[in-house]
């Protein structure tokens, strides 16, 4: 596997290793002595899967208390993933990072905690997985505005986005409990 960092400290493009022929392919998607060597260390409690059609954006979304590291990828379709670093002690903070995750290029995304994530469905029947290193809480849940000027996320849109109830009501940067 090859680990790629992106412009925001902690986050990391996954690689994995695919072995194709005729038949299909094989890959591994997590083997937590690998992904230790290479810097990510975490133990997940819990999986998750969504399906979306296209248009549809979630996010930006985050816990505190009780933060969660991702690791996200997408098995069916495309993506553009966006996270946002809410460590307000990083020489990065408020500053976002976004990359195409799709069936075919079999990339994953290495989400630490202190970040808000999200995605944005570039095609139909499109099916996202993510583990996470700490439960759901929704308590504890918050949700960035996805179209914050502040943070100025770059979504590929064609139209406005499918948001939920709870995405469309996301609050700007300057007014969210962030991380020290």
């Known amino acids: 596997m090859e680990v ?3 412009p925001l400290a902690g986050a990391l493009i996954v690689e994995p290793r695919v072995f194709g022929d005729e038949r299909g392919f094989f890959m591994e998607s997590w083997n937590a002595a690998a992904f ?8 997940f409690v819990q999986d998750n899967h969504s399906r979306s059609a296209k248009g549809v954006l979630r996010g ?3 816990q505190n208390p009780g933060p969660q590291g991702k690791l996200v990828r997408v098995v069916a379709g495309a993506v553009f993933d966006a996270i946002v670093d809410l460590r307000r002690s990083s020489p990065t903070f408020g500053q976002w990072f976004g ?3 799709s069936a075919a290029n079999k990339r994953m995304l290495w989400v630490p905690e202190g970040f808000a994530h999200g995605f944005l469905t570039l095609e139909d029947g499109t099916e996202f997985l ?3 290193t700490a439960p759901y809480a929704p308590a504890n849940e918050h949700s960035l505005a996805w179209d914050d000027p502040a943070v100025d996320i770059e979504w ?6 499918s948001l939920s109830a709870k995405d469309a009501a996301g609050l700007p940067l300057a007014q969210l409990p962030v991380f020290d």
């Open 130 to 132: 993510y583990k996470c």
């Open 60 to 62: 930006m979304h985050f």
């Open 36 to 43: 230790a060597a290479a810097g990510i260390e975490a133990r």
């Open 99 to 101: 990359l195409e995750l």
């Open 156 to 161: 590929p849109l064609e139209d406005l986005p």
């Open 4 to 6: 790629i960092p992106t």
